[in-house]
Every structure is written in structure tokens, then in C-alpha cells.
């Protein structure tokens, strides 16, 4: 069973395929839901440990706006862990919302390419045969991560 990062790392999609193909999707539902539930944060809906701070800063220097050292603080430690990589491309409304985040996306990519993983890089499909396709490619990657 290897560990997949998916890339846009919110996509349930993505999460769902990788599990049924017997796998460890890490993705970032899973860590934001670990911080809502965790007993030991005392002020959500903020949910920032000191902890959470210092990882940040391990991928962006401390000019660089918080909400980027707050996503990279979740989404790199899920880059390090992982032995494979999914990543969709050309996502619509991906770079929707403040330039921290399509900053953060943009970096995220560059730190799976540069972990020298296996790498699936897919276009977002626009059409009924594209999904099937891109569903196929998948099922290839992930079948071939097992031998």
C-alpha cells in the first residue's frame, strides 16, 4: 500500500479513487479534520498551535503571508510522507480566491516534483470520454504502484 498525495489536496474525487485502488490518500480533509477534533486546540475555529507555526516556516520564510505558511504547514508534511503523487492540472476555480493560494498550489506542485516520486500528472478532464480516460490513467498508476 503506498501513500498517495493528491493534488488539488481537497479534492474528494481524487481521495476516493486512490483508497479504492487500496491506497493511503493524503490529502487535506483528513488534516483539517484532525485540527477540529483534536481536544488539545483551545480556540477553534482558529485551530493554530505553536507547533503548526514552526512547520510552516520549515517551507516559506516568515515575510511570507500567513495563510501560505498555514497551508504549507498541513499540506508539506502530506508531500514528505508520500511515496507517490496524483496531480490534476488545469483545475477550474483552482486559482480562485487571495494570491496565497495559487502561490501555495504553485509551490506545492514544485515540492512533489522535486521529492523524485512517482508522479502522475493529469489534465482535468472537460468531457464525458476525457473522465473516462483520466479515471483509466488513474487505475493504471495506482495498480502499478502495487508491484
Partial sequence: ?????????NSLILHDLVERFGHEPLS????????V???????????????????GLKYAAV???SGVRGRLSLIG??????????????VQDLAFGCMGCDRTNKFV???VR?????VLELKYPE??????????????FLESLEG
Wanted: charged residues 40%; hydrophobic residues 35%.
Fill in 77 to 90: 508534511p502530506l508531500v514528505e510522507k508520500a511515496d507517490a503523487a496524483i496531480i490534476v492540472e488545469e
Fill in 1 to 9: 500500500m503506498a501513500r498517495v498525495f493528491v493534488f488539488p489536496p
Fill in 28 to 35: 487535506l480533509p483528513k488534516e483539517v479534520g484532525k485540527k
Fill in 127 to 140: 468531457d464525458e470520454e476525457e473522465a473516462k480516460e483520466f479515471v483509466r490513467e488513474i487505475k493504471d
Fill in 109 to 111: 506542485t514544485y515540492l
Fill in 63 to 65: 515575510e511570507v503571508p
Fill in 37 to 55: 477534533r483534536d481536544p488539545e486546540i483551545d480556540s477553534p475555529p482558529m485551530n493554530v498551535t505553536p507547533e503548526d507555526v514552526k512547520k
Fill in 114 to 118: 522535486q521529492r523524485n516520486i512517482p
